[in-house]
């Protein structure tokens, strides 16, 4: 006999989990005390945002759910925004709150939540665990809802009265999901449509991906001859100095590949929804029908043809498509429009603009790209920083790239620390603004604690930049709400135990860099840069002037 706690562990060891994350409350005190005695490593986040951003990023890492457990009422509800990266980025992902005794139910008991109603728009499936004995059957269900289809969160509460309780159930096998794949007469389809195309693009982005598919997608490229794009925040999905390499399809997107994709004469969407973002707006393709032919290819069948009515619409996943494709001969395969687009993306990124200020983040990234292992994880949140990352690194590799497509702040500080847990032999670089990094700038205590050896570039301008861009471009020298009276943050980071940085100067960088690397310990690099370089290409001046 076990009880309800101990046979939630039990599931998840057979679900092969070796970390969580949370943070501690007393109605799941019964897993608590199940994770003493196993061997998955409890990793305790300071916050319950950060504890769920940390699990997103374990499971984008590994295609199988990051597991996170809060505690009910207020611990549920600060994990809601990592419940909702999981949604927009299509994460596996489940969330386990601890929730009030089932005989309080209905009398708003202290910290008592609905989280069915709470979760309903922002997990795939919410369940409360009401019988013991029914644990195995609702874990396993939660598994393949997650990674099914398109992949998303799952939540599941459980009564801390039913987590005591004691029952001899056996735990679940391991959950490994059906994978959708083309029919013979969507692949003839295809085949068809890229042999008569001139101009054809590839998109690609979305989850469901693997280091096979990502090879078997090069393949695919060169074997078709085709320019190959990356959704946005999904660049590590094609080597950047692949000869096929058209550039990202996101915010700040390159005029020549807009204009390349608007004018192409068969667009491919493989694993990518397309959704506001990358589609500037949803204005990028017609809707519901585009100008160009279009094939959709995604794993989630419900996706296909709710903004875009494709001419081919295929559900599969990446792999179980690239797959059968590559098992057929191309068709066609010279095609110069690919060489055209890999050199436009390099003429857009090749040459680090010079801004206004004493640090400049051209430089930065020039050192970053001169130095950085073609393995590092990149991670960031969200910010007008983030344009510099995005436009200048050169992502090279599956694996690499942590960033919340939903356009999260704080992301990628908890992102780093569980990128660096999950692989402690590569180095991970976390990008971050002043604003970013302040709301969750508690978990860097995480990474010294469970020695995630991270390095933290903090770009200090002391405003919310990309509000305060939007701001003089609407309402020109009209300031409200996005100045920001920042502390010494190598300071904060030396109170954490950690080793620190200050950089004011160009030169000062590259130093700063090489010790952060040879400290041995969580390192926070913090870069004061001028508020004026508000992007890579307008100052905050300009804006004004311009309106």
């Keep these: 006999m076990k009880t309800g706690g101990q046979i939630i562990v039990d599931c998840l060891e057979a679900q092969g989990v070796e970390r969580i994350f949370c943070v501690p409350g007393e109605s799941y005190l019964a897993v608590l005390d199940a994770l003493h005695d196993s061997e998955i490593e409890t990793v305790v986040a300071r916050q319950e945002g950060g504890a769920a951003m940390m699990a997103e990023a374990d499971g984008k890492l590994t295609g199988r759910p990051g597991i996170c457990f809060v505690t009910r009422g207020p611990g549920a509800t600060n994990a809601t925004s990592g419940v909702h990266v999981a949604k927009q980025d299509s994460t596996p992902m489940i969330l386990l709150v601890g929730q009030i005794g089932r005989r309080m139910r209905g009398?708003?008991?202290?910290?008592?939540?609905d989280y069915r109603q709470t979760f309903g728009d922002l997990a795939k499936w919410v369940e409360e665990i009401d019988h013991v004995d029914r644990i195995p059957e609702i874990l396993s269900h939660a598994y393949h809802v997650a990674m099914s289809g398109r992949p998303g969160p799952v939540v599941l509460a459980l009564p801390e009265d039913m987590l005591t309780e004691q029952t001899d159930?056996?735990?679940?096998?391991?959950?490994?999901?059906?994978e959708p794949a083309p029919t013979e007469q969507s692949l003839a389809a295809i085949e068809t449509l890229l042999s008569e195309a001139?101009?054809?693009l590839l998109i690609v982005g979305?989850?469901?991906?693997?280091?096979?598919a990502v090879a078997e997608l090069t393949t695919f490229s060169e074997n078709w001859g085709l320019p190959v794009a990356c959704s946005f925040r999904r660049q590590q999905l094609f080597d950047h100095l692949h000869p096929h390499y058209a550039g990202d399809v996101g915010?700040?997107?390159n005029p020549a590949l807009k204009?390349?994709?608007a004018e192409s004469d068969l667009a491919l969407l493989l694993g990518a929804r397309f959704s506001e973002n990358p589609s500037q707006g949803f204005s990028l393709f017609g809707i519901p029908k585009t100008s160009q032919k279009l094939i959709?290819?995604?794993?989630?069948?419900?996706?296909l043809g709710r903004i875009y009515v494709p001419d081919v619409a295929v559900n599969a996943t990446p792999g179980t498509f690239l797959n059968a494709m590559n098992a057929r001969p191309a068709v066609r395969a010279a095609r110069k429009t690919a060489e055209a687009a890999h050199n436009a993306y390099r003429n857009w990124t090749d040459s680090l603009p010079q801004t206004v200020g004493d640090v400049q983040m051209g430089h930065v990234m020039e050192v970053l790209r001169d130095t950085l292992p073609s393995d590092a994880i990149m991670t960031n949140g969200a910010g007008n920083f983030a344009i510099w990352l995005h436009r200048f690194w050169r992502f090279r590799q599956f694996g690499t790239q942590l960033a919340p497509t939903s356009g999260s702040m704080g992301y990628g500080l908890p992102a780093a620390v569980a990128g660096k847990l999950r692989h402690p032999e590569r180095e991970v670089v976390c990008l971050a603004g002043d604003g970013c990094f302040q709301m969750t700038m508690q978990e860097f205590g995480t990474a010294v604690q469970f020695g995630a050896k991270i390095i933290v570039i903090l770009i200090d301008n002391g405003v919310y930049g990309t509000i305060r861009m939007h701001q003089e471009r609407e309402y020109p020298a009209r300031i409200s709400a996005t100045d920001l009276q920042n502390p010494d943050f190598a300071m904060i980071a030396s109170a954490y135990g950690a080793h620190s940085e200050t950089v004011v100067k160009n030169e000062e960088f590259l130093p700063a860099l090489e010790r952060s690397r040879k400290?041995?310990?969580?390192?926070?690099?913090h870069i004061k840069t001028d508020p004026e370089a508000i992007t890579p290409t307008t100052t905050l001046t300009e804006l004004r002037n311009n309106r």
């Design 107 to 113: 009398r708003e008991a202290f910290q008592e939540v």
């Design 259 to 261: 204009s390349r994709i």
């Design 251 to 253: 915010l700040g997107i």
């Design 169 to 178: 159930v056996t735990v679940g096998p391991y959950v490994e999901v059906a």
């Design 206 to 212: 979305g989850s469901r991906w693997n280091e096979e």
């Design 519 to 525: 400290s041995g310990k969580a390192a926070l690099i």
């Design 198 to 200: 001139e101009n054809p």
């Design 296 to 303: 959709h290819i995604l794993s989630g069948a419900e996706e």
